[in-house]
C-alpha cells in the first residue's frame, strides 16, 4: 500500500468507529477485507486510527469536520505534512479536496486542543489539580512500550543485552527494576527468544511500580482477585516464591494465563471459587475502571465513557472491594489499584470502604500519573485495624 492508501484506509476505519463500532472490531473487518495488505501495512493504519482517537477533538477542528476524512486531514496537518500529497485520488489514495474542504480546518481552543470530552473536564481538573493540563497533553501521545523482566530467570541487565542481540534496544526504566523501555525494535519483541521463553513480558512500568508496593513473605498465599489476563499475578509472582492463585468474574479474560505462567516458569492456580481456598495473605484488587491512565493506549475509552458508565464502575469498585474482605487473613493486605485517574475511583472509594467497614485501616498510598514516565495508576494498602492485645504484644 501506498502511504496515501493507508490514510484512506485509515478514513473507514474512523468512519466506522464514529458510527459507534469498536475500534479494533473496525481495524480486524478492515484487515480481514484487505488481503493485499502486509504487517507494515495495517500497523502503519493502526497507528494513524489511533492518533486520530487520542486527538479526535483537535485533529476535528484542523480537518474541519468530525468526519473520517476531517480526522485523517486534521491529523496530517497536526503532523506539519502537504494535505495534497495525501488526498490525490490516485492509487487507492483518499480522493482530492474539496473547496470547502480545503478552506476547512481552524486550531483547536480550550478542551479541544486538550483532547478532553467537555462533561468529564471538571471531574478530572478536581481529580489533578494542577496536573491537569499536562496529564491531558501526556494522553494526547503514544505511550512507549515498557517490558518487564522475569526476575526469576533473568536480571535486567542479562534482559537487555538478549533483547539487544536480536536488533531491539532497551535501556533501564526508573519506575521499576524489573522495568526496559524499548527504544528500538519494538515490533520485533514477541519474536524473540526473549519473549518465547519468558524472560521478558510487556508491561507498562508504572503497572510494575504499582504491583513493586505489595510485600510478599516467603510461602505467602496471593489471590489476584481481578486477575483478567494475569499481568499483576505474573509481575508479583517473579519476585517471590509464593502460592499464587488468580480469581475473575469473567473466566474467559483468564485464558490466556495458563500459557503465558507456563512461559514464565510459574505455577499459578486459578480458582473459580476464591472462598473455597480462603484466607490468603494477600488480596489484589486491580479493578475494572475507566482505565483514563492508559488513555494514550486505549484512547476509545476517552470517548466512550459517560457519566452513567462512570457511576456503574465505581459501584462495581464498591462490590469487589467488599467481597474481598472475607477472603483476607486476619493480618493479611488487601491491594486496591486502578488505571484511573478520576479521584471517584481511586481516594473516595477508600475513603467510602473506610466508612462502612469497620476494623479496616489504610497503611499506605501511591499514585503514578502520565507525566512519571508510564500509565497513570493509584494503589491504597488496607489491612485489619490492630487489637488491644495485638498491640501490647507488638504485632503488626
Known amino acids: 500500500m501506498t502511504p496515501a492508501a493507508r490514510h484512506a484506509a485509515a478514513i473507514a476505519v474512523l468512519d466506522r468507529f464514529l458510527?459507534?463500532?469498536?475500534?479494533?472490531?473496525?481495524?480486524t473487518s478492515w484487515a480481514r477485507g484487505s488481503r493485499y495488505a502486509g504487517a507494515k501495512d495495517r500497523a502503519a493504519v493502526r497507528d494513524l486510527v489511533f492518533d486520530s482517537l487520542r486527538c479526535l477533538r483537535s485533529h476535528a477542528a484542523l480537518g474541519g469536520s468530525m468526519t473520517g476524512r476531517g480526522l485523517v486531514l486534521g491529523g496530517v496537518r497536526a503532523r506539519g505534512g502537504d494535505p495534497a500529497a495525501v488526498f490525490t485520488g490516485e492509487r487507492h489514495a483518499p480522493a482530492p479536496l474539496t473547496g470547502d474542504e480545503a478552506a476547512a480546518g481552524r486550531e483547536p481552543l480550550g478542551l479541544e486542543a486538550l483532547d478532553c470530552p467537555d462533561w468529564l473536564a471538571p471531574v478530572l481538573e478536581e481529580s489533578l489539580g494542577t496536573a491537569f493540563v499536562p496529564t491531558m497533553r501526556a494522553l494526547r501521545s503514544r505511550a512507549p512500550l515498557h517490558l518487564r523482566v522475569n526476575l526469576r530467570k533473568a536480571t535486567r541487565e542479562d534482559a537487555a543485552l538478549r533483547l539487544a542481540a536480536e536488533g531491539i534496544a532497551t535501556v533501564p526504566h526508573p519506575l521499576s527494576p524489573a522495568a526496559l523501555e524499548v527504544t528500538e525494535?519494538?515490533?520485533?519483541?514477541?519474536?524473540?527468544?526473549?519473549?518465547?521463553?519468558?524472560?521478558v513480558e510487556p508491561?507498562?512500568?508504572?503497572?510494575?511500580?504499582?504491583?513493586?508496593?505489595?510485600p510478599l513473605a516467603p510461602g505467602a498465599r496471593v489471590l489476584d482477585y481481578c486477575a483478567g489476563g494475569g499481568g499483576k499475578t505474573l509481575a508479583l509472582a517473579g519476585r517471590a516464591e509464593a502460592a499464587f492463585f488468580a480469581h475473575d468474574a469473567a473466566p474467559g479474560r483468564m485464558r490466556d494465563l495458563p500459557a503465558r505462567a507456563e512461559r514464565a516458569g510459574v505455577p499459578v492456580r486459578i480458582l473459580a471459587d476464591p472462598a473455597a481456598e480462603a484466607p490468603f495473605d494477600v488480596v489484589l484488587c486491580d479493578v475494572p475502571c475507566s482505565g483514563s491512565g492508559a488513555w494514550r493506549?486505549?484512547?476509545?475509552?476517552?470517548?466512550?465513557?459517560?457519566?452513567?458508565?462512570?457511576?456503574?464502575?465505581?459501584?462495581?469498585?464498591?462490590r469487589i472491594l467488599d467481597a474481598a474482605v472475607p477472603l483476607v487473613a486476619p493480618e493479611g493486605l488487601l491491594a486496591y489499584m486502578t488505571c484511573s485517574l478520576i479521584g471517584e475511583e481511586n481516594d473516595a472509594r477508600i475513603a467510602a470502604f473506610?466508612?462502612?467497614?469497620?476494623?479496616?485501616?489504610?497503611?499506605?498510598?501511591?499514585?503514578w500519573l502520565p507525566g512519571d514516565g508510564g500509565d497513570g495508576f493509584f494503589v491504597a494498602h488496607l489491612t485489619r485495624e490492630r487489637s488491644p492485645a495485638q498491640l501490647a504484644s507488638g504485632k503488626k
Open 297 to 318: 493506549r486505549a484512547p476509545e475509552g476517552k470517548w466512550r465513557l459517560d457519566r452513567a458508565g462512570l457511576d456503574r464502575l465505581v459501584a462495581a469498585q464498591d
Open 185 to 199: 525494535g519494538a515490533r520485533g519483541v514477541e519474536r524473540s527468544t526473549a519473549f518465547a521463553e519468558g524472560w
Open 354 to 367: 473506610l466508612a462502612r467497614t469497620p476494623g479496616w485501616r489504610h497503611c499506605g498510598l501511591w499514585r
Open 203 to 214: 508491561q507498562d512500568a508504572a503497572s510494575q511500580a504499582a504491583a513493586d508496593t505489595v
Open 19 to 27: 458510527a459507534g463500532e469498536a475500534a479494533e472490531k473496525a481495524l
